[in-house]
């Protein structure tokens, strides 16, 4: 199973400090999941321009390639002025309509105030159901509060993450076996 974990923004540290704990929860719990975390802050990435995702080369084309390639993906990401990032917004606008196809997707928000929990209903979810995404129910949402010296210091959110690690895990587990049990069903 390839899961890939996407640190969505490429200023601030708290989105790329949360999808860490992601990281270390897949390689302590889940050491047979190949888990790849792309960090757009370390990427040269072009805007999208309309062509194929296949036609992109070197960063762009590795961040879209390995996307394409995964079972699933966690998206991190910040809320900026009540919105995601244009840089994973670009992300989204680099690959097909469809990529997300027979992929799950799971969701991470970074924020300032509470209220911006409605960014990932009214923003993320959308996106992600129109590439046709499995999206796992569940996310998790962090404060400022919930930081202290690069680190997260709330039991709460780093139960939450462990919680979306399995959930992550368990849905694309099931959602690749209910994919092999309909192939198997046509003798071609």
Do not use: C, W
């Amino acid at each position: 199973m390839k899961i890939v974990g996407i640190s969505g923004s490429i200023v601030g540290s708290k989105t790329r400090t949360a999808m860490n704990y992601v990281s270390r929860e897949f390689s302590q719990k889940y050491p047979e999941v190949e888990f790849t975390l792309i960090d757009l802050a370390e990427y040269n990435l072009q805007f999208s321009d309309g062509r194929s995702y296949l036609d992109y080369e070197g960063d762009t084309g590795y961040v879209t390639k390995t996307i394409m390639e995964a079972d699933a993906i966690v998206i991190g990401t910040p809320v900026f002025q009540a919105s995601i990032p244009a840089t994973l917004k670009n992300i989204f606008d680099l690959l097909p309509v469809g990529a997300l196809r027979d992929k799950v997707a799971s969701m991470l928000v970074t924020a300032g105030s509470a209220k911006h929990y409605l960014v990932l209903e009214q923003q993320l979810k959308p996106i992600l159901s129109y590439m046709k995404a499995q999206i796992v129910q569940g996310y998790v949402f962090i404060e400022e509060k919930d930081f202290h010296n690069k680190e997260i210091v709330s039991d709460d959110v780093l139960f939450r993450i462990e919680r979306l690690v399995e959930d992550t895990v368990l849905l694309t587990e099931t959602y690749t076996k209910l994919l092999k049990e309909k192939e198997a069903k046509y003798d071609f």
